[in-house]
């Protein structure tokens, strides 16, 4: 139960209220006359002519002084209905149980399997609310309209005094106590909304802490494997690459071989070659020297001696076709051997690569390995830092939703400031219709007096349907 006040303030707001347009004084007597021309035109007067309606009769007209609370809290006025008609259910969103899960995250953060196992079980536990939930508050009005209406007249608001005694002024059903208990309803309300906008702080807070804790791990982890992979590489290399150094060194002496043969092969060609070439040349200058020889034996006449001379000839010109035809096979063969050569070398030189792919295998399979744990290990964390960023956006929205509807709370009322209880009479007209059916009851709150008539005012808390309990 809240503190009861000693001291309230009881103020009363009259019926009619001249508005600023009207300069007649709007008499006493005129507002009872027009309260009963309205209460006369609203009675029923038995129309229909098959199935003819009862008349109704009019009981009486009461002007009596509806309560209406005004209670001074965190810096507003909230406003209660005296009588409590009015009685709203503040709704609210319940959260998922925070203690649970709070409780999983910590007790499965000793390993980073467990921890990461928990976070991906719980990847929506904060996706939706756990249900509504409603909390009365009992006479407190919430209608805007009616608030701002209200904060309006209040300003012809006066002390009650002896003239209040010919009016029924009504008892607050909804007493100072339990006004008091409302308030710590609502008190209660936003302290729980206060609450748990820290609850779901301090999970998120907790969550992306061991979330940085388990990724600080990770890495260290990470850093570890690479080490511990680079030293298995360290260690294994030298040996390997003696292995491979002798398979090129056996290499590099069968490329050897293999030129060295095919070389001498070469050099054997080249040396027919250049002996063919130079006995053409010989031959060509011997031909030059006899031709020569025969022009000045035929000069001399000398018959004989030229006839030996151009049978020499003859015999020698027959060899060049000989010559050329074996040079061009030797080219060939030399094309041919350098072709071979290549064939060979490359085939020497490819011989020991499985053997160089099967020594360098281990070193393989260690880079493979530590490729594969590291890019298992970068996923881990990947996956870690995105399930935990999304939790952390349900429990963000969560948040948001909960500071509205605290700030829905705080904004009840009006921002108008008031020190103290204050208990505020709204002076209406209650009028009583009867018939042999029973009665019915309608109500004529207070009213702003213009130059054109009267204007309705704070219908907020009363309704034709609600007078029936009179």
Request: no cysteine; aromatic share 0%; proline share 0%.
């Given at each position: 139960m809240g503190n009861v006040p000693k001291n309230i303030r009881k103020l009363i707001l009259p019926f009619?209220?001249?508005?600023?347009?009207?300069f007649k004084p709007f008499t006493k007597d005129m507002e009872m006359a027009a309260v009963f021309y309205l209460a006369e035109r609203g009675r029923k007067k038995g129309e229909g002519r098959v199935l003819k309606k009862p008349e109704e009769n009019l009981a009486y007209i009461s002007e009596t002084c509806y309560p209406i609370w005004l209670i001074p809290w965190k810096g507003r006025t909230l406003i209660f209905d005296g009588l409590e008609f009015t009685n709203p259910a503040i709704s609210y969103d319940e959260l998922p149980d925070i203690k649970a899960f709070e409780r999983d995250i910590q007790a499965s953060s000793r390993s980073r399997e467990g921890y990461t196992a928990a976070i991906s079980q719980n990847a929506s536990y904060f996706q939706n609310f756990a249900g509504k939930e409603g909390k009365t508050i009992h006479g407190l009005i919430t209608n805007p309209n009616f608030t701002k209406d209200l904060m309006e007249y209040?300003?012809?608001?006066?002390?009650?005094?002896?003239?209040?005694?010919?009016?029924?002024i009504l008892k607050p059903l909804l007493d100072e106590s339990e006004v008091a208990d409302s308030i710590g309803e609502l008190s209660d309300l936003r302290k729980m909304l206060m609450d748990e906008i820290q609850a779901l702080g301090g999970v998120m807070k907790l969550l992306s802490k061991q979330t940085k804790e388990q990724v600080k791990a990770l890495q260290l982890e990470m850093k570890k494997t690479a080490k511990v992979y680079d030293q298995k590489l360290r260690k294994l290399k030298p040996k390997v690459m003696a292995k491979?150094?002798?398979?090129q060194e056996k290499r590099n002496e069968e490329i050897t071989r293999v030129v060295q043969r095919y070389d001498r092969k070469l050099r054997a060609l080249h040396q027919q070659r250049i002996r063919a070439e130079r006995a053409l040349e010989r031959h060509s200058s011997d031909i030059e020297r006899i031709e020569a020889d025969i022009k000045v034996a035929r000069e001399n006449n000398d018959e004989a001696g030229e006839f030996q001379l151009s049978s020499k000839l003859d015999k020698i010109k027959k060899k060049i076709p000989l010559l050329e035809k074996e040079i061009k096979e030797i080219d060939r063969e030399l094309e041919n051997?350098?072709?071979?050569?290549?064939i060979d070398v490359s085939k020497a030189r490819a011989k020991p690569n499985d053997r160089l792919e099967e020594a360098m295998k281990c070193l393989h399979d260690i880079e493979a390995a530590k490729e594969a744990r590291t890019r298992m290990e970068q996923q881990e964390l990947e996956s870690l830092e995105e399930m935990t960023t999304s939790i952390i956006k349900q429990i963000d929205t969560m948040i948001k939703t909960k500071e509205t509807a605290l700030n829905e709370v705080d904004s009840l009322g009006t921002a108008e400031r008031r020190r103290k209880y204050a208990l505020v009479y709204l002076s209406s007209y209650f009028v009583c219709y009867e018939t042999d059916d029973g009665k019915r009851y309608v109500v004529y709150p207070p009213s702003r007096v213009g130059s054109m008539g009267i204007k309705t005012k704070l219908k907020g808390v009363f309704g034709a349907g609600k007078m029936k309990s009179f």
């Open positions: 009619a209220i001249t508005g600023k347009d009207r209040l300003q012809d608001a006066s002390e009650i005094g002896k003239e209040s005694t010919t009016k029924a491979i150094n002798k398979i051997v350098e072709d071979a050569k290549k």
